[in-house]
């Protein structure tokens, strides 16, 4: 089956440092690959997504780079700020046996925790 | 604004009662999702529909009824809950047969049962 595998947290770190989430995947095919943000109360956002290898999602500074062949996804931002505090969860689409696609597979989160 | 909204943001219920929770996208698309939130466990995806046929059931206890009259809208019906109920109720919707696009999520359903 599919799964998502991303380090889990608390990740603290102090504002204008650099930022890895890792997260690594296992999916039958070639799966579409995301980044999701959840602010404290919220729902999920899209923070970025690849649909192929050596795609490289990106916005608000942060990026991704789907690679096949370690099949990693991981989250990179340069300078992080007290805002970018949430928890980040990576994700797959793949498609089923049946040729459709399926709901998302997500790993477990990983909070985010940015000191001024 | 993510183009699906769920209503109520916040319920509290008893074990004995019956309530129901509503999604509604204006997205176009054609799949709905119900995902459950709970504290210290990864996401987990109760109910897929696709074009307004439930295409799977994660093994999720028939305390929980989900309904998709058309493709706009889902409904969770809950009844006779326990507290270990209580969790963040999200909804999606994505394009489903075409491609492997994101899902866009309501801002959830914080229910607790007491």
């Known amino acids: 089956g599919n799964s998502v595998t991303q380090m889990e947290g608390p990740v603290t770190l102090s504002e204008e440092a650099f930022l890895t989430i890792n997260c690594t995947y296992t999916?039958?095919?070639?799966?579409?690959l995301f980044w999701y943000v959840q602010y404290p109360g919220e729902g999920l956002q899209l923070l970025l997504k690849a649909t192929k290898a050596d795609d490289k999602g990106s916005n608000k500074g942060f990026e991704a780079t789907y690679r096949k062949e370690t099949t990693s996804f991981h989250l990179e931002k340069g300078s992080v700020q007290v805002s970018d505090s949430a928890v980040y969860f990576c994700a797959l689409r793949a498609l089923s046996a049946g040729g459709g696609a399926d709901g998302l597979t997500f790993g477990k989160g990983t909070h985010l925790i940015i000191q001024p | 604004e993510t183009g699906v909204t769920q209503t109520p943001r916040h319920l509290v219920m008893g074990m004995t009662n019956k309530k129901s929770l509503k999604c509604e996208q204006h997205l176009g698309h054609n799949a709905m999702y119900w995902y459950k939130q709970s504290a210290k466990k990864p996401l987990e995806l109760m109910f897929v529909?696709?074009?307004?046929?439930?295409?799977e059931n994660n093994s999720v206890p028939s305390r929980f009824s989900p309904e998709c009259p058309n493709s706009s809208h889902l409904f969770l019906h809950l009844h006779t809950l326990q507290p270990e109920d209580s969790a963040l109720y999200l909804c999606a919707s994505s394009q489903a047969f075409r491609g492997l696009g994101e899902a866009f999520f309501g801002q959830g359903t914080r229910l607790t049962v007491v």
């Open positions: 529909y696709s074009l307004e046929e439930r295409v």
């Open positions: 999916a039958t095919g070639y799966p579409s």
